[in-house]
């Protein structure tokens, strides 16, 4: 994108060597932006060249800056001249951590650290990457969609929603104190699929690598899934457009139980996912496997919980809206495969 002037805009995206920062790059880089990103070891830099050019078709013109949401460090010189922040960066353990503030302090402490330079830089919009999590995990009696205006109680829930929700709050009482909410836009991703690039990884797409890989049966556990190309899109729409600032947007596809995408994944594509389960595993099972398994423990609290979304508000101000839940199913199945052959 480029200025009457001729001269590209600026955008910064943090932890580019993520799954959701790579697409992000990929389509920023197609729309005509100048590009950088941040990653904590310059070390990545190699890497996270060779993913994006396996996404974009062509080698990338990134910039790249060694900054920590730990630490001070870097956002400064990382912020400068650029007119958007899309701040995507955030851990994500595979387990369940042992000290909640494992998570909790370097999402929050990031959030604020990546938002008050990039405000103190005089950025036209930063749009931040939350979830679902920070809003899924509240009261919600009548058993109804859950909208923006819904978030989640932290005394009720673990250690990742926690840092999700005290992050995106920090966030926005940063941006309140200084006058500026305008300037941020939030992004309330559920489940995240979609094809791979090279090196990509996330929890999200360990979930059906374990579905390909077989197992005997599955918890009753479910997400609502969505693309990883429409929630980039969902980030670049928030950037551009003026009347998305201030707002929180969910970004959402249809909820399914593991059961039914492993009966996708045996169906659409059954030359890779014959051994895709085809049973419900009882709860009592599933807290013997949570005693070897730190993924099945992270997981405990939500089976047999569904939980689903009202998205018209991404719909309407962000114009974006959710491909078929099974073509993203199927594409990040088949991408995963091509990459391990």
């Not at 990103?37 to 060779?50: G, Q």
């Not at 050019?53 to 400064?76: N, T």
């Not at 197992?215 to 990883?228: L, Q, T, Y």
């Not at 839940?325 to 052959?341: D, F, G, P, Y």
């Amino acid at each position: 994108m480029t200025t009457e002037s001729g001269l590209r805009r600026k955008v910064l995206v943090t932890g580019g060597s993520g799954f959701l920062a790579g697409r992000a790059i990929i389509d920023l880089l197609e729309r005509g932006y100048e590009v950088r990103t941040t990653v904590r070891d310059l070390a990545k830099e190699p890497r996270v060249r060779e993913n994006i050019a396996a996404g974009l078709g062509r080698e990338p013109e990134i910039e790249f800056f060694q900054a920590d949401l730990s630490s001070d460090e870097g956002w400064s010189e990382a912020v400068a001249g650029c007119a958007y922040v899309l701040h995507i960066a955030s851990p994500f353990p595979p387990g369940k951590p042992k000290d909640p503030q494992e998570l909790i302090r370097p999402a929050v402490e990031g959030a604020t650290r990546v938002i008050g330079a990039a405000l103190d830089a005089g950025v036209e919009r930063v749009v931040m990457t939350s979830s679902v999590a920070a809003i899924r995990g509240g009261e919600n009696q009548e058993n109804r969609p859950y909208i923006e205006e819904d978030w989640t109680d932290v005394a009720r829930v673990s250690a990742y929603p926690q840092s999700k929700t005290l992050a995106e709050l920090a966030a926005w009482e940063l941006v309140d104190s200084r006058g500026e909410r305008e300037k941020l836009a939030v992004i309330n991703p559920s489940a995240i699929l979609g094809p791979v690039l090279p090196d990509d990884d996330s929890f999200s797409l360990e979930g059906i690598q374990r579905l390909l890989d077989g197992m005997p049966a599955v918890p009753r556990i479910g997400f609502s899934w969505v693309d990883v190309r429409d929630v980039s899109a969902a980030h670049v729409a928030a950037m551009e457009k003026p009347e998305a600032g201030g707002g929180r947007y969910i970004v959402s596809g249809p909820f399914l139980w593991l059961l039914e995408v492993s009966e996708i994944l045996r169906e659409r594509v059954p030359e890779i996912a014959a051994k895709a389960p085809t049973r419900t595993a009882p709860k009592p099972l599933v807290r013997l496997m949570a005693i070897f398994d730190s993924g099945a423990r992270a997981l405990i609290g939500d089976i047999g919980k569904r939980n689903d979304f009202d998205t018209t508000r991404a719909r309407e101000v962000l114009g974006v809206e959710a491909r078929p839940v099974e073509e993203t199913i199927v594409e990040c199945a088949k991408s995963l495969n091509a990459r391990a052959t």
